[in-house]
């Protein structure tokens, strides 16, 4: 594979997290105006809101037998446009099984979506033979900050779900669809795999449990700022209604950051220590949220949480990639899962422990949780894997 193909793969790719980030975001913030259009009950909610990752998870799974016969481009190339479709559906319907149904729709397609882009950038990674994976997930942050600024503009002028949503579609479907023409991959280290071929040895789950207790645990982490970092400033640390808005943003911003310059600290320090001050990063931020006297403290301790947790998740799926060289496609596909189970798990665990015990008590249990990443920060060294394609590194120690 060329340099230039190399390159525009990259490019390709990065625009591709970048539509998703966008596409996620126009869809998470504005689930209260999805609430108030449909009629749906505040008992209702939540199962419309655990249907996604749950069949997002399924999908995931189904990913992995899909790739063994087409490539993981073919799958993304039809799985975006499918999400964005998705997206305008829960924003043109009238009905609750209309909304029922794009969102079903949105689940399945997102967790092919998620699973192939994961897939294409370990492979790529490969290609390059050094640490490029957290700049497509910088790439994601960015369009997060964008769709959720659009999200914003849509609540603010009072614009209906379908208006906010169309104009992001129409320009980014086309985007996409035309990006998707030079996406590339690296080949499976030590062999030639090509479409309906083996796609490598098998992935005993014993091995990659680490890897996926630790993704898990990083969702949780996110999922507690996502859906709890608002109502903890405002009914915790007495803030205004207008300055709760400000950590998720904050959050964002500094994931954004932090994910940019990522690569460049894996490439110097190593996978293993990145992680490691990742989550020792983390742990403090959930620590200073935990005991803040105030809301400003609260958000010095979001903005060292989107600091040290966004390492994590692009390093877990490098990681995986490294583990299994010759099937990381579908080790992969089924790290991907417990993505969906953090997400899962993380909000309602929170506010059951919220409501039971405290708040400030409960910012302690993720915390913890990522301190418990520094176990099995090994399982991110950078073993021999024989990255290659054509493509070997002497370096083969930074790649991350």
């Known amino acids: ?60 799974v189904v990913s992995e037998k899909v790739v063994a016969r087409v ?21 043109a319907g009238t009905e609750v099984w209309q909304v029922a149904v794009a969102l079903g729709v ?19 990674q490969r290609a390059y033979g050094r640490s490029i994976m957290l700049g497509f997930h910088a790439a994601f942050s960015l369009g997060g900050i964008a769709g959720a600024s659009m999200a914003w503009a849509g609540a603010h002028w009072d614009l209906s779900l379908l208006v906010s949503y169309l104009p992001a579609v129409v320009v980014l479907l ?39 207790l630790v993704m898990a ?25 207008q300055l709760a808005t400000v950590p998720y943003n904050v959050y964002m911003v ?15 320090f190593g996978a293993v220590a990145v992680v490691r001050g990742g989550s020792v990063l983390a742990a403090v931020g959930f620590g200073v949220v935990a005991v803040a006297p105030g809301a400003w403290w609260g958000m010095l301790g979001f903005t060292l949480l989107g600091l040290g947790l966004c390492v994590i998740v692009p390093q877990t799926f490098a990681a995986a990639g490294r583990m299994f060289p010759g099937a990381s496609d579908v080790a992969v596909a089924r790290l991907n899962v417990f993505n969906y189970v953090g997400f899962l798990v993380g909000s309602p665990l929170v506010g059951a422990l919220g ?22 920060a090994r399982s991110f060294g950078a073993e021999p894997a024989l990255y290659g394609g054509g493509h070997e590194r002497a370096r083969a120690a930074d790649v991350g």
């Open 254 to 268: 500094t994931t954004l950051l932090g994910r940019a310059v990522g690569d460049l600290g894996v490439r110097r």
């Open 355 to 376: 409501d039971a015990w405290s708040y400030r008590g409960a910012m302690l249990v993720p915390m913890v949780l990522v301190l418990a990443t520094l176990v099995y």
């Open 174 to 212: 086309p985007a996409a669809l035309v990006g998707s023409r030079w996406y590339a991959e690296g080949k499976a280290a030590g062999a030639v795999v090509a479409a309906g071929q083996d796609r490598g040895p098998g992935v005993p789950f014993r091995l990659l449990l680490p890897l996926c």
């Open 71 to 91: 490539r993981p481009g073919v799958v993304l190339r039809w799985a975006q446009p499918v999400v964005m479709l998705a997206l305008l559906g829960v924003g």
């Open 217 to 241: 645990f990083a969702y949780i982490g996110d999922s507690t700022v996502s859906n709890w970092s608002a109502k903890y400033l405002q009914d915790v640390l007495g803030s205004s209604e």
């Open 106 to 124: 949105f689940g399945l397609a997102v967790g092919a979506l998620d699973a192939s882009m994961n897939m294409m950038g370990v492979s790529l």
């Open 1 to 60: 594979m060329t340099d230039a193909r190399l390159r525009y793969g990259r490019a390709s790719l990065a625009l591709s997290f970048l539509v998703q980030g966008v596409t996620f975001a126009l869809l998470v913030t504005r689930i209260p105006a999805i609430q108030d259009r449909y009629g749906i009950s505040d008992g209702l909610l939540p199962v419309f809101l655990a249907a996604v990752p749950v069949l997002a998870g399924v999908a995931s």
